[in-house]
């Protein structure tokens, strides 16, 4: 039974026109990265004065660009595209380049999380399911594994790839160290992806109503950069409510994660482990008390 469920939703992926354009956003999310870069380095060829004059996209954190490995919330919203000095590439910018399409993409992994749960809702897919005796709760959990797992390996797959065609057209001499983070890199944001992914399944499925789950999700995602930007030194400056939604918000940790100067340690990858399995808990919890008692 299983192994249907699973063929079943990996079917369900492979023929869903969302699915397809989420991928295809993702795409062009990343192609634009790389054309940008090109562009600015083909710009920049043979013009040693012009190199330092193309920076880049919120990359700098003062206007000389000297303290840019320092993360701090002047003129950013935490995510950076390019370079500070094209004729010579670091491995921070690099990456923070890699990872810059991150928020919209855990954006289209909620808004797909939350469509497509909801055309289970409001199809007949589930009920056929329950009719053939599968519990509720077991359909919408192999459900979210299932896509978690193929959007998840998407994502890290095409980051790799990217970082591997940057690389090869901005001349930077990358590592198989370097590549490794990359993809610890690439997991640890689809932990990321999945616990915000959670929030939106749980809602999805007690209020039945797409357009409103969306803009709860969403405003959730973003609330954190209203708040953490501010307080990135000391996440308590705004009090213990505040404090307690930023621990909470997955963003926070998404931000640490992309932004690598302030670097991925152990402490780091279990903060956002924890963060995802508090958060799975509680939320199947909360699931599996509801479903119980909920007729389809």
Known sequence: MMVKMIKTELKKI????????????????????????????????????????????LSTDIDDGQSSELITNTNTFGYWLGMNDWGNIKFFEMYRTAMFPALLIVILFVIYFVVSFGNEFSGLTLRQQIFYGIKPLHALWYKYIVNSLVLGICYTITNTIVWIVLTMCLGFQSSIEDLSIIVLASILNVLCFMTFANIGVLLITIFRKISLVIGIAISWILVDYIFYLGCVTDIWNYG?????????????YMYKINNYGLGIDSELIVQTIINFIITLIIVWGILAAYLRKKEF
């Open 240 to 252: 213990k409510i505040v404090g307690c939604i930023l621990i909470a918000n997955p963003g926070t």
């Open 14 to 57: 492979c023929f869903s026109r969302l699915s397809k354009l989420v991928l295809l956003l993702m795409m062009v999310a990343y192609f634009v990265i790389i054309y940008y870069c090109v562009n600015t380095v083909m710009q920049c060829e043979g013009d040693l004065n012009g190199m330092n004059s193309h920076l880049a996209i």
